[in-house]
C-alpha cells in the first residue's frame, strides 16, 4: 500500500508560482512512474504532468508545458510540480498519483495510488 499526501497549494496571482510537493510513504517509490492531475470545479480530472520512475522521462499537457515542472527526489521519496506562470484557468484541485509500472501515463487508469489533492487558486 502506497500512501500519497499533496502540500503547497495555496492562493496566488496571475503570473505568480507555486511548487507542489507530493509524499509518499513506501521503500518502492524509486520504482513507480508518478504523476500529476489537476480537476477544475465542474470539469472533469485531466491530467497535467508525468515523470517516469527514474526520473529522467517527462511528459507534460500541452496547457502546461514550458510552465510546469516536474521532478522527483527518490531519495527523499518526493516527486514535485513547479508551476509557473500561474493563469486563472490553472485552477483546479492539483492530485499525485503512483504507477506501479514505473511507466508514463497521461491517463488516469494508468495509476494505482492517489492523493487527497491540494486546491491550487489563481487569480486574476
Known amino acids: 500500500q502506497v500512501q500519497l499526501v499533496e502540500s503547497g497549494g495555496g492562493f496566488v496571482q496571475a503570473g505568480g508560482s507555486l511548487r507542489l510537493s507530493c509524499a509518499a510513504s513506501?521503500?518502492?517509490?524509486?520504482?513507480?512512474?508518478m504523476g500529476w492531475f489537476r480537476q477544475a470545479p465542474g470539469k472533469e480530472r485531466e491530467f497535467v504532468a508525468a515523470?517516469?520512475?527514474?526520473?529522467?522521462?517527462?511528459f507534460y499537457a500541452d496547457s502546461v508545458k514550458g510552465r510546469f515542472t516536474v521532478s522527483r527526489h527518490n531519495a527523499k521519496n518526493i516527486v514535485y510540480l513547479q508551476m509557473n506562470s500561474l493563469k486563472p484557468e490553472d485552477t483546479a484541485v492539483y492530485y499525485c498519483?503512483?504507477?506501479?509500472?514505473?511507466?508514463?501515463?497521461?491517463?488516469?487508469?494508468?495509476?494505482?495510488?492517489w492523493g487527497q489533492g491540494t486546491q491550487v487558486t489563481v487569480s486574476s
Open positions: 498519483a503512483a504507477a506501479t509500472t514505473g511507466t508514463i501515463w497521461s491517463t488516469q487508469s494508468g495509476y494505482d495510488y
Open positions: 513506501g521503500r518502492t517509490f524509486s520504482s513507480y512512474a
Open positions: 515523470i517516469n520512475w527514474g526520473g529522467g522521462s517527462t
